[in-house]
């Protein structure tokens, strides 16, 4: 069975960190670059951040440059996403989602965890 468990997210100060985990399993992990989305009430989903299979390359949408750092870590099938210098505007739902295909859109990815809540006050 294929799952992706996301993890870490809270109630943290505008200014405060989280880091956020996505365990995965059942499927080959290393073959699959890895995308974390968020999604505020009343908004749609939106890519946050991707990190490639193989050599790891990662991505970040424009509002989070900076602030927050992807990273994997193939032995233990977890990827995580070290959010600092939070914002209210940061505030969502965040989802991890795997895709064969590498860091494409949103709706290419094949298997998507539950989510975890961040909020973030000011």
């Known amino acids: 069975e294929v799952q992706l468990v996301e993890s870490g997210g809270g109630l943290v100060q505008a200014g405060g960190s989280l880091r956020l985990s996505c365990a995965a399993s059942g499927f080959t992990f290393d073959d699959y670059a890895i995308g974390w989305f968020r999604q505020a009430p009343g908004k749609e989903r939106e890519g946050v951040s991707c990190i490639s299979n193989g050599d790891g390359v990662a991505q970040y949408e424009d509002s989070v440059k900076g602030r927050f750092t992807i990273s994997r870590d193939n032995a233990k099938n977890t990827v995580y996403l070290q959010m600092n210098s939070l914002k209210p505007e940061d505030t969502a739902v965040y989802y991890c989602?795997?895709?064969?295909?590498?860091?494409?859109?949103?709706?290419?990815?094949?298997?998507w965890g539950q989510g975890t809540q961040v909020t973030v006050s000011s």
């Open positions: 989602a795997a895709d064969f295909m590498g860091c494409t859109v949103l709706s290419d990815y094949d298997y």
